[in-house]
Each structure stands twice: as structure tokens, then as C-alpha cells.
T-cell receptor
Framework: ETAVFQTPNYHVTQVGNEVSFNCKQT?????MYWYKQDSKKLLKIMFS???????VNETVPRRFSPQSSDKAHLNLRIKSVEPEDSAVYLC????????????FGAGTRLSVL | GDSVTQMQGQVTLSEDDFLFINCTYS??????LFWYVQYPGEGPQLLLK?????NKGISRGFEATYDKGTTSFHLQKASVQESDSAVYYC???????????FGKGTHLHVLP
């Protein structure tokens, strides 16, 4: 039963455009995340956010920014996409703390032409 | 620094074969360890979770044992099915969520 919802499933765009992806969780968790998954299925954390603290992976380019209206929603905006941004972006949520299970959405596949 | 190593990038088996996926970790504390599985078109989902308190996890026929001596957390299944074809991740957890580390993943292909 899906409890982390991501939209859209796919997005195709051109270099330099701005894109935004949405994520909503219905699990009542207090922490949400964005992960990037490359073509080899490697997973890298981009952001971790709860209602008190945003943690940014220092390797994430500044054109990426998370946006949250409440603890159930965490969107991802990319200001000016680059070809290397082509990947699957996975949203996840959990109770606070890395010892707790992560619940992932199905992902948004971005293709940058 | 902390790390998780999955040496097998790809494993191909036939139905009813024995599965063994090697995972070792390096850290200075006793973490919570996870195996996640990702089926095509889906996000990763929890398969097993083991803490220092319980040592072994069993789920859906899969088994993993937390071995502090060899710092290993290998995944096993006695008899795989075609439906087990997926990517399997060994994951090192920490009280700090930002320190969760995913292994590179093992692509399992099970032939009918």
C-alpha cells in the first residue's frame, strides 16, 4: 500500500528549464528526504528535512532546493536543469532518526535533453 | 569514514538456487543494519532490519545475520523465485538520519 506519493512519474525537459517535483506522505512521519538514483541504481541522499531542520548534502548543486509547506509535503525544485541531472528522484519519509525504516515513493524520472 | 561494501554488482541464478549476497560494513559503533529491495518501477522497500539487540532478521524467506566480529550482514535465501528479481541494497543506519549509507546494490536476475 503506497503511502509516499510522488508526481509526476516522468518529466522530459530541456537544458536550462526549471522543474519542480512533488512529494506527499500519509504516514504521519516527521522527517522527509530526497534521494537521487543514477542509471546504475546508486542512491545518494540530497536533503533531509523535518519541521525543525534542513540538512543539505554539501555535494548537491545550489540549483537544487527543497520546499516544504508542512511536515507531510516536501517538494524539489531545480532552477536550471543540466544534462547530468537526468536521474530518478526518490522521495522518502521516516520517523526522526536513521535507525528507523525509510518509506520511499515510486520516484520521478527526469530526462534532460 | 563509515562505509558499506557490496562486492556483487550482478547475480544471475535459476529458480530454486541458493542466494547469497555479501555485505560488509565499516564503522566505529554498532549500527542498525537493513536490507532494502527495489522491484522494477518502484522505490526501495524494507526487506529486513536488524539491531544489535536481535542479531538476525527473517522475512519472506530471506535471512540476514548481524555479525559484529566479521562486521558482515550477508543476505541469504534457500530457494529463489523469478519474482525475487530485483535490486538489493545493504544499508547502514545511524541515529543521525543523515548518516544512513546505502551500498551500491546487487542486481539479482532469476531465470525461470
Amino acid at each position: 500500500e503506497t503511502a509516499v506519493f510522488q508526481t509526476p512519474n516522468y518529466h522530459v525537459t530541456q537544458v536550462g528549464n526549471e522543474v519542480s517535483f512533488n512529494c506527499k506522505q500519509t504516514l504521519g512521519h516527521d522527517t522527509m528526504y530526497w534521494y537521487k538514483q543514477d542509471s546504475k541504481k546508486l542512491l545518494k541522499i540530497m536533503f533531509s528535512y523535518n519541521n525543525k531542520q534542513l540538512i543539505v548534502n554539501e555535494t548537491v548543486p545550489r540549483r537544487f532546493s527543497p520546499q516544504s509547506s508542512d511536515k507531510a509535503h516536501l517538494n524539489l525544485r531545480i532552477k536550471s536543469v543540466e544534462p547530468e541531472d537526468s536521474a530518478v528522484y526518490l522521495c522518502a519519509s521516516s520517523r526522526l532518526g536513521g535507525q528507523n525504516t525509510l518509506y520511499f515513493g515510486a520516484g520521478t524520472r527526469l530526462s534532460v535533453l | 569514514g563509515d562505509s558499506v561494501t557490496q562486492m556483487q554488482g550482478q547475480v544471475t541464478l535459476s529458480e530454486d538456487d541458493f542466494l547469497f549476497i555479501n555485505c560488509t560494513y565499516s564503522t566505529t559503533w554498532y549500527p542498525t543494519l537493513f536490507w532494502y529491495v527495489q522491484y522494477p518501477g518502484e522505490g526501495p522497500q524494507l526487506l529486513l532490519k536488524v539491531t544489535t539487540a536481535n542479531n538476525k532478521g527473517i522475512s519472506r524467506g530471506f535471512e540476514a545475520t548481524y555479525d559484529k566480529g566479521t562486521t558482515s550482514f550477508h543476505l541469504q535465501k534457500a530457494s529463489v523465485q523469478e519474482s525475487d528479481s530485483a535490486v538489493y541494497y545493504c544499508v547502514l543506519g545511524d541515529t543521525n538520519a543523515y548518516k544512513v549509507i546505502f551500498g551500491k546494490g546487487t542486481h539479482l536476475h532469476v531465470l525461470p
